[in-house]
C-alpha cells in the first residue's frame, strides 16, 4: 500500500635571425619569437589542467550523509552531522584542515533540489526537498545545514525533531507506524535510581537536594523489536545545558536504562567531571537505524562552554558504547 504523506505547506613580431648588438658597452642578444609549435609544446594540455584541477579539490565522503535539526512549522532547517561510517560518524572537517571543503560539500551535496528522507523516533516519517542551504556556527566545526519544506505523514504531524538521510540512500526504507513517547511516572523513578546507583560509583559530589533537583532532562523512547521503551536522562550539578561558563565542581551524568520484564537495568552511563575533561553536556536528540545493518544507534547533542557537538552510541556485542565524538577539542587542536 502507498503511503500517504501530507505536505504542510504549499510551495513550494622583428625579422627572423639572430643578431647580437654593442649598444653603450652592453651586449644585446636579439632572438627571434618562439613558434607556435614550441609555445604548444610547452603549454599544458587539457589533461594536465583537469589534473592540477582535481588535485586541488578537496575529497568529498563516499558513504551517505546523515543530517540532524529541528522542524518550525511548514519547514525544517537541518544540520550535517557527518559521513555514516558504520554505526558511527565521521567527523566534519574544518575550512583550516581542508581549505574549500565546506564550500565544495555544500555545493555538491546539499544543492537545492536535494532530496532527503526524514525520520523521527526511529521511523521514516516523510521527506524534504532543500531550497536553501546555509551554516551552522553554533557547533565547534561549522557546518552546513539545508532548509525546506517538510512532507510528513499524518500521524508525524505534530513532530519537532528529526534526522535526514541522502533520497538515495535511503529510499527504500518502509513507513513504519510514528508514536509519540512520554515518560511516565515509573520510567522517572528509574531513571533517578539509575542516577542513584552512579553517582557514588564514579565519586561524583552527591548533590544536597537529591538527584531529582538536577535532572535536566528525561526521554523515553522505543528501539525496534524491544518489548518495552528505554529511557534516557541526564544530570547536571552546578551546570546547565547551552552555553555558559565552566563551573568548579560541575559535573554531567548521562544515563541510558534498558526496560527487562520488570525493571529499568543501567545499558549505559557518560560521566563528565568539568573539573578535569571541561564543559560537555549530553542529551538525547533521537535514534536511528541510520547504517541500516538492523541495530538502531542514538545520536547525541552535547553542549559545552561556547558551542556544541555531536555525539553517537551504538551496540557493540551486546554493549552501548560511544562511537563517535565530534568534540570542540579535536576542532581546536587542528586549529579550527
Known sequence: MRRKSLAIAVILTVASGCDNVGWGGVDVNLKPPRTKAELAAETPGPA?????????????????????????????????????????????????EVRGFRDRFTAELLAPGSEWVLFAQ?????????????????????????????????????????????????????????????????????????????????????????TLSIRADIQAFQMVGAPREAIAATFLYRDQFGASADSAGAYSLFVMGNASAEEYQRAYTWYRPVDSEGKGAPRYFDHLDWDG???????????????????????RSGTWVRTFEDSCLRSEAAGG
Not at 518550525?72 to 574544518?94: C, K, R, Y
Not at 545493518?293 to 551496540?315: I, P
Open 122 to 210: 526511529g521511523v521514516r516519517v516523510g521527506r524534504l526537498t532543500a531550497t536553501s542551504a546555509g551554516l551552522n556556527e553554533e557547533y565547534c566545526v561549522p557546518r552546513p545545514t539545508i532548509s525546506g519544506v517538510v512532507e510528513l505523514v499524518p500521524s508525524a504531524i505534530g513532530v519537532e525533531l528529526l534526522m535526514a538521510l541522502p533520497a538515495q540512500a535511503a529510499s527504500a526504507r518502509a513507513y513504519n507506524a510514528y508514536r509519540v513517547h512520554r515518560h511516565n511516572y515509573d520510567q522517572r523513578v528509574a531513571s533517578l535510581t539509575l542516577a542513584d546507583e552512579a553517582i557514588p560509583r564514579l565519586g561524583a559530589a552527591w548533590p544536597p537536594d537529591g
Open 48 to 96: 594536465a589542467f583537469a589534473a592540477e584541477e582535481s588535485e586541488a579539490l578537496p575529497e568529498l565522503p563516499n558513504g551517505p550523509i546523515l543530517l540532524a535539526g529541528r522542524r518550525s512549522g511548514s519547514e525544517a532547517t537541518l544540520t550535517v552531522v557527518g559521513e555514516i561510517q558504520g554505526d558511527a560518524i565521521g567527523a566534519f572537517v574544518s575550512d583550516s
Open 293 to 315: 545493518d538492523g541495530t538502531e544507534e542514538v545520536l547525541l547533542e552535547v553542549f559545552g562552554s561556547e558551542r556544541r557537538w555531536f555525539a553517537g552510541l551504538a551496540q
